[in-house]
């Protein structure tokens, strides 16, 4: 009996850590939680609200809605310090284009933005010494755009021979093979603004086919956001017809998560008060650098194909500090001013972009903005330390005109652990399959954001996809299936949505083919195989239990002493 247990309790462990814990919900919160109040979680939000299911919770950390989507005041001018841009195709107007969403939508809320694309008013380049060099890197700019292209054509055709992506490479060796193999400081300098600053990460780090693939998208036109409610303020009016205090938790920061078939809790703080939030459906939408460094706890953990998946992908740091002035002593007629210092390198504050002159009143405020591994360096330092190496250049420019700063602005995206990043990068080996593994939903969690998107990985239109994306799968399995499954097929959810499951004799789309006599056969004798081998294992057992049920009966008949012992004492 003794033996008879511990079987039983070992398939039970097996059971309960294979199959999960499936117990349905008693007295949940809602029918589904939003587990995040950044763009994703807003979208799933609307596509719920907007299909009939609105009994939902949204759990945010943060005192309002936004995500990364956050604001300072410096200057008395209230400045994004999240994203800033918003992306779109040449014409903004086009409603056809999904990349022209966001732009919608804030011109129906009325969101300000610059007048005139980023990029528009030009850049200036300096030496280290401050003498204007833009012209001389014309050239420079013009051999890279050839590369550029040609590594289009490359990404073509790898995608035409290897259509699952499984061959790949870094963005750097595909440069090369392209014809551009940057050595001098200024072809340097040219990749870094190329490729590093908007990519925030270098090309031996970057898969190619992510970048110059067939996901690959490219927005023209780059609008600056300088409305005084702040970025966030489009994540507010998006939501606007269904956030309420009862749908709305703010102040409220996740640390645990666990999740099943049937039910899914959230522990959370709450204004300083620990408590449960059980729903039968749950969407996750933290930023990636939450999963990799583990700031939420998971029970039961997460397999590892999803772990796999989501590391694959990288938490970049866009760095970014504010300086303010007294007055501007800089170009102000220009987007971005650029230094080409051949000593420091080329990660070392080579762009500054004169923010204030995008601002009504033109305030005095210069952003630095840094990608690759300076980045997560300086947003680890003092801004004090970041200030004066900010001067330290501009007096190599400007000279005597630069002035003491009066404030300074360094936020916190590489160190903050509700982001540990503020931007997915993919690297070399990701695939679409690896996006997949990130999304798929375990039990009853699902997962959403930009870094689950394929192709906007690292944009605000990525957030708000993949919201609605994840929002669907759960709506299709509350409702349950609609194909219509042919000759018998059983309708079932394989974890990305319904599909008709085919009975053994049928196979194909609609389960119209039948599967011939010998193929019949086979799986009979697949069928007899395994049967014997489960009857072979089940055998076993009754023989260890019918031993062990012996040696017990034999040790208590000769007083619970060692059997050999006794027969020997005879």
Same mark, same amino acid.
């Given at each position: 009996?003794?033996?008879?247990?511990s079987?039983?309790?070992?398939?039970?462990?097996?059971?309960?850590?294979?199959?999960?814990?499936?117990?349905?919900?008693e007295?949940p919160?809602?029918?589904?939680?939003?587990?995040?109040? @950044?763009?994703s979680?807003? +979208?799933?939000a609307?596509? &719920?609200y $907007?299909?009939g299911?609105? %009994? /939902?919770?949204?759990?945010?950390q943060?005192?309002r809605?936004?995500?990364r989507?956050?604001?300072?005041?410096?200057?008395?001018?209230?400045?994004?310090?999240?994203?800033?841009?918003l992306?779109?195709?040449?014409?903004?107007?086009?409603?056809?284009?999904?990349?022209?969403?966001?732009?919608?939508?804030a011109?129906e809320?009325?969101?300000?933005?610059?007048?005139?694309?980023l990029?528009?008013?030009?850049?200036?380049?300096?030496?280290?010494?401050?003498?204007?060099?833009?012209?001389?890197?014309?050239?420079?700019?013009?051999?890279?755009?050839?590369?550029?292209?040609?590594?289009?054509?490359?990404?073509?055709r790898?995608?035409?021979?290897?259509?699952?992506?499984?061959?790949?490479?870094?963005?750097?060796v595909?440069?090369?093979?392209? @014809?551009?193999?940057p050595r +001098?400081?200024?072809?340097? &300098?040219? $990749?870094?603004?190329?490729f %590093? /600053?908007?990519?925030?990460q270098?090309?031996?780090?970057?898969?190619?086919?992510?970048?110059?693939g067939?996901?690959?998208r490219?927005?023209?036109?780059?609008?600056?956001?300088?409305?005084?409610r702040?970025?966030?303020?489009?994540?507010?009016c998006?939501?606007?017809?269904?956030?309420?205090?009862?749908?709305?938790?703010l102040?409220?920061?996740?640390?645990?998560?666990?999740?099943?078939d049937?039910?899914?809790?959230?522990?959370?703080?709450?204004?300083?008060?620990?408590?449960?939030?059980?729903?039968?459906?749950?969407?996750?939408?933290?930023?990636?650098?939450?999963?990799?460094?583990?700031?939420?706890?998971?029970?039961?953990?997460?397999?590892?194909?999803?772990?796999?998946?989501f590391?694959?992908?990288?938490?970049?740091?866009?760095?970014?500090?504010?300086?303010?002035?007294?007055?501007?002593?800089?170009?102000t007629n220009?987007?971005?001013?650029?230094?080409l210092?051949?000593?420091?390198g080329?990660?070392?504050?080579p762009v500054?972009?004169?923010?204030?002159?995008s601002?009504?009143?033109?305030?005095?405020?210069?952003?630095?903005?840094?990608?690759?591994?300076?980045?997560?360096?300086?947003?680890?330092?003092?801004?004090?330390?970041?200030?004066?190496?900010?001067?330290?250049?501009?007096?190599?420019i400007?000279?005597d005109s630069?002035?003491?700063?009066?404030?300074?602005?360094?936020?916190?995206?590489?160190?903050?652990?509700?982001?540990?990043?503020?931007l997915?990068?993919?690297?070399?080996?990701?695939t679409?399959?690896?996006?997949?593994?990130?999304?798929?939903?375990?039990?009853?969690?699902?997962?959403?954001?930009?870094?689950?998107?394929?192709?906007?990985?690292?944009?605000?239109?990525?957030?708000?996809?993949?919201g609605i994306?994840?929002?669907?799968?759960?709506?299709?399995?509350?409702r349950?299936?609609?194909?219509?499954?042919?000759?018998?097929?059983?309708?079932?959810?394989?974890?990305?949505?319904?599909?008709?499951?085919c009975?053994?004799?049928?196979?194909?789309?609609?389960?119209?083919?039948?599967?011939?006599?010998?193929?019949?056969?086979?799986?009979?004798?697949?069928?007899?195989?395994?049967?014997?081998?489960?009857?072979?294992?089940?055998?076993?057992?009754?023989?260890?239990?019918?031993?062990?049920?012996?040696?017990y009966?034999?040790?208590?008949?000769?007083?619970?002493?060692?059997?050999?012992?006794?027969?020997?004492?005879?």
């Amino acid at each position: 009996m003794v033996a008879l247990s511990s079987l039983l309790f070992f398939l039970a462990a097996v059971a309960a850590v294979y199959g999960g814990v499936s117990q349905p919900c008693e007295n949940p919160d809602a029918e589904v939680l939003i587990l995040g109040a @950044g763009m994703s979680g807003i +979208s799933a939000a609307r596509t &719920l609200y $907007e299909n009939g299911v609105t %009994d /939902f919770i949204i759990l945010e950390q943060a005192d309002r809605v936004g995500g990364r989507m956050r604001s300072t005041e410096l200057a008395g001018t209230t400045i994004d310090i999240g994203p800033q841009w918003l992306f779109t195709s040449e014409d903004p107007t086009d409603t056809s284009n999904p990349s022209n969403i966001l732009y919608q939508f804030a011109q129906e809320c009325g969101l300000e933005l610059r007048s005139g694309g980023l990029g528009t008013r030009g850049s200036i380049i300096y030496d280290r010494d401050g003498t204007d060099i833009t012209t001389s890197l014309l050239p420079v700019f013009g051999r890279y755009a050839v590369a550029e292209a040609a590594a289009l054509q490359l990404g073509a055709r790898l995608d035409e021979e290897d259509p699952e992506g499984t061959t790949d490479f870094s963005v750097e060796v595909g440069l090369r093979l392209s @014809g551009w193999n940057p050595r +001098s400081p200024e072809e340097q &300098l040219v $990749e870094y603004i190329n490729f %590093d /600053f908007p990519v925030t990460q270098t090309t031996s780090f970057v898969s190619f086919r992510r970048r110059f693939g067939r996901d690959r998208r490219t927005f023209p036109i780059i609008h600056v956001v300088t409305d005084q409610r702040g970025y966030a303020y489009l994540a507010e009016c998006i939501g606007q017809e269904f956030l309420n205090t009862s749908r709305l938790r703010l102040n409220t920061r996740v640390s645990a998560i666990q999740y099943s078939d049937e039910c899914v809790c959230a522990t959370a703080q709450e204004n300083g008060v620990t408590r449960q939030y059980c729903a039968p459906y749950a969407i996750h939408t933290f930023a990636l650098g939450t999963l990799q460094f583990e700031a939420v706890q998971f029970e039961p953990p997460l397999p590892e194909s999803k772990v796999f998946a989501f590391n694959l992908q990288q938490p970049s740091v866009f760095q970014k500090a504010w300086i303010v002035f007294n007055e501007s002593f800089w170009d102000t007629n220009v987007d971005f001013i650029i230094i080409l210092d051949p000593i420091l390198g080329r990660e070392y504050f080579p762009v500054f972009w004169p923010i204030g002159a995008s601002y009504p009143g033109n305030p005095p405020i210069l952003e630095v903005l840094l990608s690759g591994e300076t980045s997560l360096s300086v947003g680890l330092q003092d801004p004090k330390i970041t200030q004066g190496q900010i001067v330290e250049i501009l007096g190599r420019i400007y000279g005597d005109s630069v002035t003491e700063p009066v404030d300074i602005f360094q936020h916190d995206y590489a160190t903050n652990p509700y982001f540990y990043g503020n931007l997915e990068t993919s690297t070399v080996g990701v695939t679409r399959q690896t996006f997949a593994e990130y999304a798929a939903p375990v039990g009853r969690l699902y997962f959403s954001g930009a870094g689950t998107h394929v192709t906007n990985t690292s944009n605000l239109q990525g957030a708000y996809y993949s919201g609605i994306d994840t929002a669907n799968a759960i709506l299709e399995d509350i409702r349950g299936c609609t194909l219509d499954c042919q000759n018998g097929a059983a309708c079932v959810n394989d974890g990305s949505g319904f599909t008709c499951m085919c009975t053994a004799a049928f196979e194909g789309d609609l389960c119209e083919t039948f599967i011939s006599d010998d193929r019949e056969d086979v799986g009979e004798l697949v069928g007899i195989i395994i049967g014997t081998m489960v009857g072979a294992l089940l055998l076993i057992v009754l023989i260890f239990l019918a031993i062990v049920a012996i040696y017990y009966y034999r040790k208590r008949q000769y007083g619970g002493g060692d059997i050999a012992v006794n027969r020997g004492a005879q």
